[in-house]
């Protein structure tokens, strides 16, 4: 089902007010929340979950997942971490995700970008080209 222009374009102005110089704020997103439990809107669950959408898209922009096969290093995961930082122009964290299907090296994720080097990736890309 289709969701309403309205609905969109107030989630939108509502993400905008989380932002605070471009950046997601926890205190302007209560608030948010705050705001529309009090004014409850027309189609409030609708509104919620577009502005949800909005705001996970934010998170996950901001937020690397590093999988790996075993353990590895916390100053690697900093220097994963910083040359993302470096070349999305913004403060990206890393998050460790422990992946035994990997085999052996790592997969990173930031939105909707995969960096891989792992044995499991080029073993896949063997058999596709084989």
Partial sequence: MAVPKK???LARELFKLSLEQGRL???RVAAVLAYVEKTKPAHTVAVLQAYQRLIA???ARGQVVIEHAGPVNTGLLDQISAA???RY???VTWVSKPNPALL???RARI????YESSAAGQLST???NA
């Fill in 7 to 9: 609905v969109q374009n």
């Fill in 25 to 27: 704020s926890a205190d």
């Fill in 57 to 59: 898209r934010e998170v």
């Fill in 84 to 86: 993302l930082s470096k």
């Fill in 89 to 91: 122009g913004r403060t």
């Fill in 104 to 106: 052996a090296g790592l």
């Fill in 111 to 114: 939105g909707d970008d995969v």
């Fill in 126 to 128: 063997l058999a596709t």
